[in-house]
């Protein structure tokens, strides 16, 4: 028998394979053209967009929503409508009132022209501003006086310093106190507010800084934000220097052995030589005396703030008592 080839079966499969593909290609080219003419052209669409107010006077507060939605007509090409339908991942409108004009109407109701607000939605959504019709003729809402408040401010500060170098008396803070804004029941709570934290280290001279109030709520706002601390840093030495011990008055006489004790201190250089025996107070905590302790603790009372203390040498006496 004479044997069937198949090669002609194939070429004829290969061809139609080959029509097909091309046809597709074609449906695929002309869909795209069509829809690139589409989206070309003009349409118009409605939005409704959420209006957040911001920037609101310090001593002022929004009555109500602080959100608000408006209705707007947008016409642009099919491609802009697109994005901004469903690739624009936020939609929201921040309204500044430090930067958009607005109207008072009574004691607390306030409104923005819809004109003014033209720019704006144009910048935010990327068109035109001939392309965008807005339904209302302004955006009304409502501000608030608040409460008020004058409070200490305190320094939230985590310092550090390079080796022999330390605080040389107290942070001081500019202004020290600030006018809170709120509702009277949260004011009347506090009497302090403490500044954002501040974290500086290595230390070796002296260091101003500006930092923010940090109210501890949503509800408060501070007259103003910024604050200075100035940090007074000086060098330190170790020292010491001998001190009589003081010895309390009690029914008995008493005596102490020994009768001194050496404290030894840090010391800003500058001050070194200011400081003097007579520049501290040791006594002695005569509680022991009752439990018949052998040993009574003594005690620094008084000594220059601007010193660390490090230690007393030593810090417990033998004692005698003497009718």
């Known amino acids: ?24 290609l074609c449906v695929v080219f002309s869909s795209f053209l069509w829809l690139l003419i589409k989206m070309s052209q003009d349409y118009t669409i409605g939005l409704t967009l959420p209006i957040r107010i911001t920037d609101i006077p310090t001593e002022k507060v929004i009555g109500g929503q602080a959100e608000k939605d408006i209705n707007i007509s947008c016409t ?6 697109f994005r901004i339908k ?20 009574n004691q607390v109701d306030y409104y923005i022209s819809m004109g003014n607000l033209k ?12 392309g965008i019709s807005i339904t209302d003729d302004q955006l009304q809402f409502r501000l608030e006086n608040l409460a008020s408040k004058e409070v200490v401010v305190q320094a939230d500060a985590t310092l550090s310093f390079r080796q022999q170098f330390g605080l040389y008396g107290t942070i001081v803070i500019n202004p020290p106190k600030v006018t809170l804004f709120g509702p009277q029941e949260v004011l009347d709570t506090i009497d302090t507010v403490r500044t954002a934290t501040v974290v500086l280290n290595d230390l070796y001279k002296n260091t101003n800084i500006t930092t923010t109030i940090d109210p501890g709520t949503a509800r408060l706002k501070a007259q103003t934000n910024k604050i200075t601390l100035s940090i007074p840093v000086e060098q330190f030495t170790e020292t010491s220097l001998l ?28 001050d070194f030589m200011k400081i003097q025996p007579d520049s501290f107070v040791l006594s002695l905590d005569t509680t022991g005396l009752a439990r018949r302790s052998p040993l009574l603790r003594v005690q620094l009372l008084k000594f220059p703030e601007l010193l660390k203390i490090i230690r007393l040498q030593p810090s417990e006496v033998e004692y005698l008592l003497v009718n």
Do not use: C, W
């Open 1 to 24: 028998m004479p044997k069937t080839s198949t090669n002609g079966h194939q070429t004829i499969s290969d061809k139609k394979r080959f029509r097909l593909g091309i046809y597709f």
């Open 76 to 81: 642009s090409n099919g491609f802009n409508l």
């Open 86 to 105: 469903y690739l624009q991942k936020s939609k929201q409108i921040n309204v500044s009132l430090d930067e958009i004009p607005f109207r008072q109407i």
């Open 119 to 130: 720019g704006l939605l144009s910048e935010k959504l990327g068109l035109n501003e001939s």
């Open 243 to 270: 001190v009589d011990i003081t010895v309390p008055r009690i029914d008995q006489h008493l005596k102490t052995f020994p009768d001194k004790a050496e404290v030894f201190f840090l010391v800003p250089m500058k």
